[in-house]
């Protein structure tokens, strides 16, 4: 199974030859490749996979996916209480 995680890019700069970001994860900055994003601009969301974003999102699908995470990890935690 493949996991991706929405992140909303704070600062964007090369690295090299590498456009690189800064991407917030619910207060928590993360180094992350945004090359295959090339048009993802600060303030934007990005789905990221293994340190790479791989799309942008809309702040609507950032936070339905977000929820969506949530969700699971209360029904783990519900599982693992029984």
């Known amino acids: 199974m493949c996991l991706s995680i ?21 207060g928590v900055l993360k180094e992350v490749c945004l090359d ?11 789905l ?4 790479f974003a791989i799309s942008v999102l809309d702040e609507d699908e950032a936070m339905a996916r977000l929820d969506t995470i949530r969700e699971i990890e209360n029904f783990e935690e519900e599982l693992g209480n029984t």
């Open 6 to 26: 929405p992140g909303k890019i704070q600062e964007i700069y090369n690295d090299g030859s590498l456009i690189m970001g800064k991407v917030d994860f619910g």
């Open 36 to 46: 295959y994003v090339p048009e993802a601009q600060p303030g934007q969301y990005v």
């Open 48 to 51: 990221i996979h293994v340190g």
